[in-house]
T-cell receptor, first 112, second 113 residues
Framework: DSGVTQTPKHLITATGQRVTLRCSPR?????VYWYQQSLDQGLQFLIQYYNGEERAKGNILERFSAQQFPDLHSELNLSSLELGDSALYFCASSPSRDSPLHFGNGTRLTVT | DQQVKQNSPSLSVQEGRISILNCDYT??????FLWYKKYPAEGPTFLIS?????DKNEDGRFTVFLNKSAKHLSLHIVPSQPGDSAVYFC????????????FGKGTRLHILP
């Protein structure tokens, strides 16, 4: 158990809809990262937050947004969903830049 | 632009032999490299890392080698065990510059009995 909790585990929704994925980092970890893993793709970096502030941005679509709350949990919001957004979304946390990431078990999103 | 490349999608190795997984990178700003292991239905788990000031780091059966001039790193697993069957991701970051950690597409390792 990595200590990173992601909910829900599975999500099935229709095109055009909006969903929110939630992540609770390991206790004490200030950084939260979001990654997307599509079929046959590696882990694509989306966005990173550190102690409530956006720290780095990757290939995140404008239809996607995220935030980190004062209690350090994070939410990834995906809107106007398209079929191609179907993927595994992973959240990871770390206490500092020098520490490896600890991943949750992911949320599998299926857009129909 | 794929900055971290794992050119072998899969690899099969006999149990007890050495498994060698390769990774190439293009960004000369990367100075910290990591390997993660992923089982189905689980998130990736950290395996081993190496800083660019070293060319080798060892942890039990796992050794990572870094060749900075070739922009290449490899993960050696010896001896390979059935539980090593998983997808292995190589990752890299310019640790002191920003916090983007870039992953490769992964290599699926099958350990054969």
């Amino acid at each position: 158990d990595s200590g990173v909790t992601q909910t829900p585990k599975h999500l099935i929704t229709a095109t055009g809809q909006r969903v929110t994925l939630r992540c609770s980092p390991r206790s004490g970890d200030l950084s939260v990262y979001w990654y997307q893993q599509s079929l046959d793709q590696g882990l694509q970096f989306l966005i990173q937050y550190y102690n409530g502030e956006e720290r780095a941005k990757g290939n995140i679509l404008e239809r996607f947004s995220a935030q980190q709350f004062p209690d350090l949990h994070s939410e990834l919001n995906l809107s106007s969903l398209e079929l191609g957004d179907s993927a595994l979304y992973f959240c990871a946390s770390s206490p500092s830049r020098d520490s490896p990431l600890h991943f949750g078990n992911g949320t599998r999103l299926t857009v129909t | 632009d794929q900055q971290v490349k794992q050119n072998s999608p899969s690899l099969s190795v006999q149990e007890g032999r050495i498994s060698i997984l390769n990774c190439d990178y293009t960004n000369s700003m990367f100075d910290y490299f990591l390997w993660y292991k992923k089982y189905p239905a689980e998130g990736p788990t950290f395996l081993i890392s190496i800083s660019s000031i070293k060319d080798k780091n060892e942890d039990g059966r796992f050794t990572v080698f870094l060749n900075k001039s070739a922009k290449h790193l490899s993960l050696h697993i010896v001896p390979s065990q059935p539980g090593d069957s998983a997808v292995y991701f190589c990752a890299a970051t310019p640790r002191n510059r920003d916090d983007k950690i870039i992953f490769g597409k992964g290599t699926r390792l099958h350990i054969l009995p």
